[in-house]
T-cell receptor, first 114, second 112 residues
Framework: GENVEQHPSTLSVQEGDSAVIKCTYS??????FPWYKQELGKRPQLIID?????GEKKDQRIAVTLNKTAKHFSLHITETQPEDSAVYFC?????????????FGKGTHLIIQP | DGGITQSPKYLFRKEGQNVTLSCEQN?????MYWYRQDPGQGLRLIYY???????QKGDIAEGYSVSREKKESFPLTVTSAQKNPTAFYLC???????????FGQGTRLTVV
């Protein structure tokens, strides 16, 4: 099965600076990589995703990059704001053998310092 | 809210009892999923169903059971065989032709 590693577990940045969260995956059959933001006690919400046929995707202050060869992908948040403080999860979907479901990393607690 | 509803929001269970968590969606999604979330951990897949009357075990299915009698509903039963059931349980659904999974608000289960 798939295994997703996420780093760092905690990230503290000054407001206005950039934040980068990195993930690696193990199954080369995975072809879909979403990022979710979860505020305390609430459900995860999709913020950006990327398919394996694309190397980079950007949506305003958020971007995701994917390196299929190295099997890693990263979330980049620029010009961070206090409302960016949350736990961020990367995930990968494996498609081999008819299996389904997302495999998640353990999360990164992003803290934006005023 | 978001078309996928979980109930109850909080649930307390005595040791040795089975409890059932409800998940209903009106998004006409074929696929539905149950995840478990523990503090400081990512979400782990318990069960999933890609179509009515069919479901598959995820990574941590032991001590859990599900049914999928209707497209809209995918209830999860936490049985007495689950030795550490206290957790936050999240249900999700997805259109099989799409990619994004939509999550419910979650049920926080506590064993007392």
């Amino acid at each position: 099965g798939e295994n997703v590693e996420q780093h760092p577990s905690t990230l503290s940045v000054q407001e206005g600076d950039s934040a980068v969260i990195k993930c690696t995956y193990s199954d080369s059959a995975s072809n879909y990589f979403p990022w979710y933001k979860q505020e305390l006690g609430k459900r995860p919400q999709l913020i950006i995703d990327i398919r394996s046929n694309v190397g980079e995707k950007k949506d305003q202050r958020i971007a995701v990059t994917l390196n299929k060869t190295a099997k890693h992908f990263s979330l980049h948040i620029t010009e961070t704001q206090p409302e960016d403080s949350a736990v961020y999860f990367c995930a990968a979907r494996y498609s081999g053998g008819g299996a389904d479901g997302l495999t998640f990393g353990k999360g990164t607690h992003l803290i934006i310092q005023p | 809210d978001g078309g996928i509803t979980q109930s109850p929001k909080y649930l307390f269970r005595k040791e040795g009892q089975n409890v059932t968590l409800s998940c209903e969606q009106n998004l006409n999604h074929d696929a539905m999923y149950w995840y478990r979330q523990d503090p400081g951990q990512g979400l782990r897949l318990i069960y999933y169903s890609q179509i009515v009357n069919d479901f598959q075990k995820g990574d941590i299915a032991e001590g859990y059971s599900v049914s999928r009698e209707k497209k809209e509903s995918f209830p999860l039963t936490v049985t007495s065989a689950q030795k550490n059931p206290t957790a936050f349980y999240l249900c999700a659904s997805r259109d099989r032709a799409g990619t994004e999974a939509f999550f419910g608000q979650g049920t926080r289960l506590t064993v007392v």
